[in-house]
């Protein structure tokens, strides 16, 4: 069965960093491309950043490009996403998800993590 | 990194058919069929229920149905039940982007 685990959210200042991480299992992880989709309060999906399988191929929304980085660790099965210089409209459930084999569309998700940024 | 176009809202009875529609442009949903639905019930994750277009994943009731024309694709769930109650969102393959989805804003169903 696949299971996708967040954890790392919380509350953190504006300006604060976070590293949300994502453990992967019941599947070969190193064998699919990954993301990070958020959804503030009340506000719809919105993809926030994708990796390749190998980690060689790493895309950003545009609002996040130089504050967030996306990173994977194929021997620990595990997905991370480092956020740093928050503002108060990242806040918003961080959903880890694999990207299906064909790569277009997400095919499983994780049940989510709180980030929240405020003073 | 413009989202697709959903209504907000749309609603029917029990056992009723109903359709959301998702519009985009030529570099989206016109240019690739790649358009996928998802289903998020309040405090759950969204899941999967179409996929390039008009394919349900192993599990998805038969009652959900995709399909697309021109920049628009539609999500026509018949039979409506209790349980269809939930946010659905669209997502589609794009070029205008280099993280290459995006999504709709979601459409809240509502079974009467």
């Known amino acids: 069965e696949v299971q996708l685990v967040e954890s790392g959210g919380g509350l953190v200042q504006p300006g604060g960093s976070l590293r949300l991480s994502c453990a992967a299992s019941?599947?070969?992880?190193?064998?699919?491309?990954m993301s990070w989709v958020r959804q503030a309060p009340g506000k719809g999906l919105e993809w926030v950043a994708n990796?390749?399988?190998?980690?060689?191929?790493?895309y950003y929304v545009d609002s996040v490009k130089g504050r967030f980085t996306i990173s994977r660790d194929n021997a620990k099965n595990s997905l991370y996403l480092q956020m740093n210089s928050l503002r108060a409209e990242d806040t918003a459930v961080y959903y880890c998800?694999?990207?299906?084999?064909?790569?277009?569309?997400?095919?499983?998700w994780g049940q989510g993590t709180l980030v929240t940024v405020s003073s | 990194q413009s989202a697709l176009t959903q209504p907000a809202s749309v609603s029917g009875s029990p056992g009723q058919s109903i359709t959301i529609s998702c519009t985009g442009t030529?570099?989206?949903?016109?240019?690739?069929?790649?358009v996928s639905w998802y289903q998020q019930h309040p405090g759950k994750a969204p899941k999967l229920m179409i996929y390039?277009?008009?394919n349900r994943p192993s599990g998805v009731s038969n009652r959900f149905s995709g399909s697309k024309s021109g920049n628009t694709a539609s999500l026509t769930i018949s039979g409506l039940q209790a349980e269809d109650e939930a946010d659905y969102y669209c997502?589609?393959?794009?070029?205008?982007?280099?993280?290459?989805?995006?999504f709709g804003g979601g459409t809240k169903l509502t079974v009467l």
């Open positions: 990796i390749k399988q190998d980690g060689s191929e790493k």
């Open positions: 019941g599947f070969t992880f190193s064998s699919y491309w």
């Open positions: 390039d277009v008009s």
């Open positions: 030529s570099s989206d949903v016109g240019g690739y069929n790649y």
């Open positions: 998800a694999r990207i299906a084999v064909a790569a277009t569309e997400i095919d499983y």
């Open positions: 997502s589609s393959y794009t070029s205008s982007s280099t993280l290459n989805w995006v």
